[in-house]
């Protein structure tokens, strides 16, 4: 996946906390980025330590999701894996566990929740059952 199997022992799901998904809006949203950048996006919306973001923004780092540029004067941060990416593992991961542990429900689930959608979204449901039949 993103993260090397010796550094990533559990899904990329799991791995971040709430602090660190604000954390990496912020970086999907700005892209190369200072401790002081982060703080700044935080500190508008509530009351957050400049030492809680740095420190928050090195683990992020360590785990893989952010890479730490050091020429700068400031070391600057940007995302290694995009917002896309971590929201395509979330998902899988998610729906792997449901399936895994309750696939009737799971599936049911599914099937009406699309049901709720426009025809377009069913229409692409169809068509995507279809293809991996005709794979198969």
Do not use: C
């Not at 200072?34 to 420190?55: F, G, N």
């Amino acid at each position: 996946m993103f993260l090397s199997a010796a550094r990533r022992r559990h899904s990329l799901a799991e791995v971040l906390g709430p602090l660190e998904n604000e954390i990496m809006e912020v970086v999907w949203e700005t892209g190369d980025v200072t401790v002081r950048d982060v703080h700044s996006s935080l500190e508008a919306r509530r009351p957050i330590a400049y030492t809680t973001v740095m420190t928050t923004l090195g683990r992020l780092a360590d785990k893989g999701f952010l890479r730490r540029i050091e020429e700068h004067p400031a070391h600057h941060y940007e995302a290694v894996v995009t917002r896309d990416q971590y929201a395509r593992s979330t998902v899988k991961n998610v729906v792997d566990w449901l399936v895994d542990h309750f696939p009737d429900p799971a599936v049911a689930y599914f099937v009406d929740r699309v049901g709720e959608e426009d025809d377009e979204v069913i229409d692409r449901l169809r068509r995507a059952i279809e293809d991996r039949k005709r794979a198969r």
